[in-house]
């Protein structure tokens, strides 16, 4: 059944969403509803006419329109910041030009009292008027969410609240309140929307046009009609439209938007180079590598949506605890406004020694509102995850944050992530010569690993093929290449069968000279690699490898101790490299000759131990480890589809210099998050005690319910900041 995507807007807090939501899925044919706050958007699965959907929805005060469509609840508001911003907000929205048509009704109201130019009948009357004018869009909303989802919303207990001030003859205070919850509700939509603009800015970083190479001239076309294998031109200074390879040209390119990476990265000829990077001092011209739907930017800012619908943990219960607290709160009023006078000789109405049992209920109506709640959450989570993309980092929403922000273990792969996973063939040993990989028995060595080799994707033949290469060693591309997991590799050469694989390996296969035993022995003792190798009669010699640490390696170890964390290393390599890489960079557990079936059983018996476990890898070779971790982390996978899909985060760029830094944001974020729900939590019930025993004012209450929420969202905009 195909899902569509929808445009929804004038929704001013968490709680909005969660009404659209279940309005929706009440129509009949919609199988799957799902509305996100922050970004604005309803996902719907299901067969249901979209003028049947539209009435629904606007019957709960929203709008609706199609993705493609523009995005009306995005008014000149978002574009202007401040006061002028707020103002072209509120015009552009009638729910609030009927605040404001209230609020100038209230001030010549207010104005003919102070200064006694009206009777005070006519004066109530304008006060009457002012509210009603103002109330419309909040009481349509209040009761046709009780008709339709059969729930108590704050507009409902709003509506409740001003016409009881009525009856109480509060005039002056009903219409005051009802003006400042609008313009309270626009205001937190004005914010919210301020934070979505975050995610709008990564949005900007995709050209529109590219200047497309044709029979030596260049046109001016849309970035989607490029195809894979055109030809582009990218001048200095400007931002690179799609996905590509340098096909002519040298310039440095500044990827720090997509990489996080601070210093412009000089690209040649066959290098890749990311849509929305900055060209520098000189012309590029690029082949597309990926279209523009499938860029790596694209790919970035359709995660980043995806991950808003991803509640953290303290969101979801949040949620669920919204979803029963203002009945509960509704009924408690509705207790306090009659228990009271009935059974306790109390007074229902206001007398001059204090006010009346029922007010003190109207009071609690108003602060009820539990939008700062629910808000303090999802802003705080999308700001968190578009800061830390802005400098390279993925994070797949708010549950990976919150598990990322208290790991206390992180199991670090070896190769390709604390170390480069740039193998090179330091030495060559026969048993006939050891001066070195040029002499002839040497070549014949490297030919022969070199035939079986040309058919892997394992680190050790790179390096082989490439000592190939500058050697000038010709082979024969073997046939019926198997691999033995984790041992080596075996196929068949001119007829003869040739194994490759480790020393471990070998002794206990083949037998070999006490010679090379003890050279390959040696080799590993020194933190290096040794591969033996098996002619089909016997073994001809080895090759020493050895990879280095990566530079940043032992900063970040040192960095995430200093945080508390402890760094553990997984090795599919023999003790004596993974000791020696492991004292390199400061680790101090680490475990070798790991498979990668092991690797998931050290993942699953530290995540038992320790129960939070962060696991680091490439995101291609250590995908089963990176699943079984609390939450895995993939590194480099800004040119890697497959890293993006599997891992939980992902750093962009190649290294792991933004591994601390990240993990400072989220512990930030989520002291946010739990600065903003006990600031919540804790001034609702003050209030509502207030309200409770008579010594808080519904003005106050309204004004308190404001403070809140404003507080709460920009507390949570924090996570915005470095």
Not at 236 to 264: C, F, K, M, N, Y
Not at 279 to 288: F, I, Q, S, T, W
Request: glycine share 10%.
């Amino acid at each position: 059944m195909e899902s569509r995507q929808f445009k929804i807007g004038n929704m001013d807090c968490a709680g909005c969403a969660r009404e659209v939501e279940s309005a929706v899925g009440k129509l009949e044919g919609v199988h799957f509803a799902r509305v996100d706050f922050l970004g604005a958007t309803l996902q719907l699965v299901g067969d249901v006419e979209f003028d049947r959907l539209r009435k629904q929805v606007e019957a709960v005060g929203k709008t609706i329109a199609l993705d493609q469509e523009k995005d009306d609840s995005r008014t000149a508001g978002a574009k202007r910041a401040g006061v002028l911003g707020f103002w072209d907000f509120l015009r552009a929205r009638p729910a609030s030009r009927l605040a404001i048509i209230g609020g100038a009704l209230l001030l010549i109201a207010i104005a003919a009292d102070v200064l006694g130019i009206l009777p005070g009948d006519i004066g109530n009357l304008l006060y009457v008027a002012a509210m009603l004018v103002a109330i419309k869009p909040i009481a349509e909303s209040g009761f046709n969410a009780l008709r339709i989802n059969r729930e108590f919303n704050i507009n409902l207990l709003m509506t409740v609240a001003a016409f009881g001030a009525l009856f109480l003859g509060e005039f002056l205070e009903a219409a005051t309140v009802i003006f400042l919850f609008a313009i309270g509700e626009a205001l937190e939509g004005y914010t919210a929307d301020r934070a979505r603009d975050s995610l709008r800015s990564l949005m900007a970083l995709k050209p529109a046009t590219a200047q497309r190479i044709a029979d030596d001239q260049t046109e001016i076309v849309p970035v989607e009609a490029l195809r894979i294998g055109d030809a582009i031109r990218v001048p200095p200074g400007e931002r690179i439209p799609i996905d590509g390879a340098v096909a002519a040209g040298h310039s440095a390119v500044d990827q720090s938007h997509i990489t996080g990476e601070s210093l412009p990265i000089t690209k040649a000829p066959g290098e890749e180079v990311f849509a929305g990077s900055i060209n520098g001092a000189a012309v590029l011209e690029l082949r597309v590598s990926r279209l523009s739907a499938d860029s790596t930017v694209s790919r970035i800012i359709e995660m980043l949506q995806q991950a808003q619908s991803r509640r953290a943990p303290s969101q979801r219960l949040i949620d669920r605890f919204a979803h029963y607290y203002t009945p509960a709160v509704a009924l408690t009023a509705f207790a306090i406004a009659f228990v009271p006078p009935l059974f306790f000789g109390g007074s229902f109405w206001s007398t001059a020694e204090g006010t009346g049992w029922l007010y003190r209920a109207l009071a609690m109506l108003v602060i009820a509102c539990p939008c700062a709640l629910v808000i303090s959450t999802p802003v705080t989570v999308i700001s968190a995850i578009t800061a830390a993309a802005r400098r390279g980092v993925l994070i797949k929403g708010g549950a990976p944050l919150e598990t990322l922000a208290g790991s206390k273990v992180i199991a670090f792969d070896k190769t390709g992530t604390l170390t480069r996973g740039v193998l090179s063939v330091e030495a060559t040993y026969t048993d006939n010569c050891d001066e070195g990989p040029d002499c002839v028995p040497c070549a014949e060595l490297i030919g022969l690993a070199a035939s079986l080799e040309a058919q892997s994707t394992h680190p050790f033949a790179g390096a082989i093929l490439d000592m190939a290469a500058v050697g000038d060693v010709s082979y024969t591309r073997a046939t019926g290449v198997e691999t033995l997991v984790g041992q080596g590799l075996r196929g068949k050469v001119n007829g003869q069968l040739v194994t490759i694989g480790s020393h471990s390996f070998f002794d206990d296969e083949f037998g070999h000279s006490a010679n090379l035993c003890d050279m390959a022995a040696s080799i590993e003792q020194a933190g290096k690699s040794a591969v033996m190798v098996h002619d089909g009669a016997a073994v001809r010699g080895l090759i020493a490898l050895a990879d280095s640490a990566r530079e940043e390696s032992a900063q970040v170890v040192a960095e995430l101790g200093a945080m508390g964390i402890e760094s553990i290393m997984l090795s599919g390599d023999n003790g004596h490299v993974a000791a020696s890489i492991a004292e390199q960079v400061g680790v101090g557990r680490f475990y070798g000759e790991l498979l990668p079936e092991d690797k998931v059983s050290a993942v699953e018996k530290l995540v038992t131990r320790h129960d939070n476990v962060a696991m680091v890898g490439d995101g291609i070779n250590d995908t089963p480890a990176l699943g079984r971790a609390s939450v895995g982390i993939a590194m480099g996978g800004a040119g890697s589809a497959q890293a993006m899909e599997t891992a939980d985060v992902v750093l962009l760029a190649q290294g792991l210099r933004q591994l601390p830094r990240t993990i400072k944001r989220a512990r930030f974020a989520r002291q946010l998050i739990r600065e903003n729900i006990a600031l919540a939590i804790g001034l609702k019930v003050v209030f509502l005690l207030l309200a409770a025993t008579g010594n808080v004012t519904m003005l106050a209450a309204v004004f308190a319910d404001m403070g809140m929420s404003l507080a709460v969202t920009l507390n949570g905009m924090r996570a915005l900041r470095d």
